[in-house]
């Protein structure tokens, strides 16, 4: 087996390259995974361009990322090599912040941020934190998996926390997180209005609006 594995990088702010990088083995807690799958996000973007928080270059992006577990480091014993799994944006917390010791994780002050503050998916391997992958049913593709690590789950927590079924619900354009957010809203019972610009209704209506609203007509 070749020892570099190719990845995209950002370099330099508004510079992407295609690179060879030296394997790296997973340090204790983590594990790493074969890409078969990376979602883009508009979130990359400040990657590209360098300004997201806590970024340092060079940095592989892409944290909607789906792929099979190769090594395992120490100590990871609720995983198996083969296990196909997703990573997202927030991938995984210090434990020891006040934000986390009051169990509230998802604010953690020092998170490890893929494609941030740690190497991402656009590449053909990643090396993930095992305690905050999560496994992937057999019935999704994945290329179908892989937008619901942020994009879903940005629309999903939203609709679960906003209301139950009967609700009406209004999604505001129907692009790369809207159209999940239409699906979501239809299964989960809402009255599902979808709000664009222009000749998106078959789209919509498709995805499971009950109404469309094209805003570019009077
Ligand atoms: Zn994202
Ligand atoms: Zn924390």
Redesign the pocket.
């Known amino acids: 087996m070749k020892d570099t594995y190719k990845a995209v990088e950002v370099s330099e702010p508004g510079v992407l390259r295609v690179v060879e990088r030296q394997f790296s083995e997973p340090r204790a807690g983590q594990v790493r995974i074969r890409v078969e799958a990376c979602g883009i996000c508009h979130t990359d973007a400040a990657t590209v361009m360098g300004v997201y928080p806590g970024l340092t270059l060079p940095r592989v992006l892409g944290h909607e990322v789906i792929g099979r577990i190769e090594p395992l480091g120490a100590g990871v014993s609720r995983w198996k090599i083969g296990h196909r799994v997703g990573v997202g944006l927030i991938a995984g917390?210090?434990?020891?912040?006040e934000?986390?010791r009051r169990g509230d994780?998802v604010n953690?002050?020092?998170p490890v941020v893929s494609g941030v503050t740690v190497d991402g998916g656009y590449a053909e391997v990643m090396i993930a934190e095992a305690r905050a992958i999560t496994s992937v049913p057999d019935q999704l593709t994945s290329a179908e998996a892989a937008p619901l690590l942020c994009a879903g789950i940005t629309t999903y927590n939203a609709l679960r926390n906003a209301g139950r079924g009967g609700d009406l619900v209004a999604v505001q354009g129907i692009g790369g997180i809207g159209h999940l957010g239409v699906q979501f809203a239809r299964q989960l019972g809402f009255h599902t209005v979808a709000i664009g610009r222009g000749g998106e209704e078959k789209l919509a209506k498709d995805l499971g609006a009950h109404v469309y609203i094209d805003t570019a007509v009077d």
């Open positions: 917390e210090d434990g020891m912040c934000p986390c994780i953690c002050q020092n």
